[in-house]
């Protein structure tokens, strides 16, 4: 590979990193809400989830729907400040320098309290624009609540354990390769690869098991 590729994306990934120190959470949120997009709109090809719309009397078969939006939104605006302030009280709680002992301490602290919550919250998320449509004709914002709630529980029950087992075993193993074989500076960019894949995997699976259910009904 020649030198001219690589001195960009290093210049692209110092500028990167620049913005994530100056803005860290706004910085955070873009590129997850983008990400998440990307993550949607792969996951709806493999499974074959495509939206027809017609563009000068032809018909034409597409990715974009609300749920492409509802999923940059969960990107930007849910699981990104829920992810940023609870790794700013880990931080808070394991202050450097640590010892070897603090390091193992800090990743299982994060591995079992922020990986169980999001992982809850973007099983909750997908079974929420997968299976909820508010009913417009008689709406009622209890039985809205109620039937949310519903679909909520029965996504956990069906996803949670599978989708928790995939993350923590994804989110150790790449700890173990960034702290081994990955440049500190390149860690953000490494881990937002790394998730993003994840996430792919993790929304494919959930939308495929779910149109599964809806088919059974």
Do not use: D
């Amino acid at each position: 590979m020649s030198k001219a590729p690589l001195s960009t994306l290093g210049s692209l990934n110092a500028e990167y990193l620049t913005y994530l120190v100056k803005y860290p959470l706004l910085t955070k949120s873009i590129t997850s809400g983008i990400l998440s997009g990307l993550n949607e709109t792969i996951s709806s090809a493999i499974t074959n989830e495509y939206q027809e719309s017609k563009i000068l009397g032809f018909k034409v078969k597409h990715v974009f729907s609300p749920k492409l939006i509802n999923m940059i939104i969960y990107g930007a605006l849910i699981s990104t400040p829920i992810s940023h302030n609870l790794y700013a009280i880990i931080n808070k709680i394991f202050t450097p320098p640590l010892t070897s002992k603090g390091k193992i301490l800090r990743l299982l602290t994060s591995l079992f309290t922020v990986t169980p919550i999001i992982t809850g919250c973007f099983v909750s998320w997908i079974a929420i624009i997968n299976n909820y449509k508010p009913n417009l004709k008689s709406f009622n914002p209890i039985n809205e609540i109620f039937r949310i709630y519903k679909i909520i529980v029965g996504g956990l029950k069906k996803g949670y354990l599978t989708t928790l087992k995939t993350s923590l075993t994804v989110s150790f193993v790449s700890l173990i390769v960034a702290n081994n074989y990955i440049q500190p500076e390149l860690w953000v960019v490494f881990f937002n690869v790394v998730y993003f894949v994840l996430g792919t995997y993790q929304n494919t699976k959930l939308k495929r098991l779910q149109k599964q259910q809806r088919l059974s009904k």
